[in-house]
Nanobody
Framework: QVQLVESGGGLVQAGGSLRLSCAAS????MGWFRQAPGKEREFVAA????????AYADSVKGRFTISRDGAKNTIYMQMNSLTPEDTAVYYC???????????????WGKGTLVTVSS
């Protein structure tokens, strides 16, 4: 069983920054998805198990950066230039992710809320 624990969400003004973290119970290709109120869950970013490959949704390219600390089995997502449209619950996922397809993983964290005020 893969365990994922997210942290780092919160309230920020438009134009601000936040960094999300997700600690895993092992080393996996991992990703972030988000779900805004009334919308479907959507892909945000993913990173390969060794950190060698990354993928981003077009909506966050140039603003979000995904990275990982292999020694801690933890991934991070630095989110800059946030807009109200980034408001959502952000979920960490792992297990069976193909970074070229940006598919959701088998396992999910509980999510962390990011709220961007205008």
């Amino acid at each position: 069983q893969v365990q994922l624990v997210e942290s780092g969400g919160g309230l920020v003004q438009a134009g601000g920054s936040l960094r999300l973290s997700c600690a895993a119970s092992g080393r996996y290709t991992m990703g972030w998805f988000r779900q805004a109120p009334g919308k479907e869950r959507e892909f945000v970013a993913a990173i390969s198990w060794n950190g060698g490959s990354t993928a981003y949704a077009d909506s966050v390219k140039g603003r979000f950066t995904i990275s990982r600390d292999g020694a801690k089995n933890t991934i991070y997502m630095q989110m800059n230039s946030l807009t109200p449209e980034d408001t959502a619950v952000y979920y960490c996922t792992a297990g069976g992710i193909d970074i070229t397809r940006a598919n959701p993983g088998t396992y999910w964290g509980k999510g962390t809320l990011v709220t961007v005020s205008s």
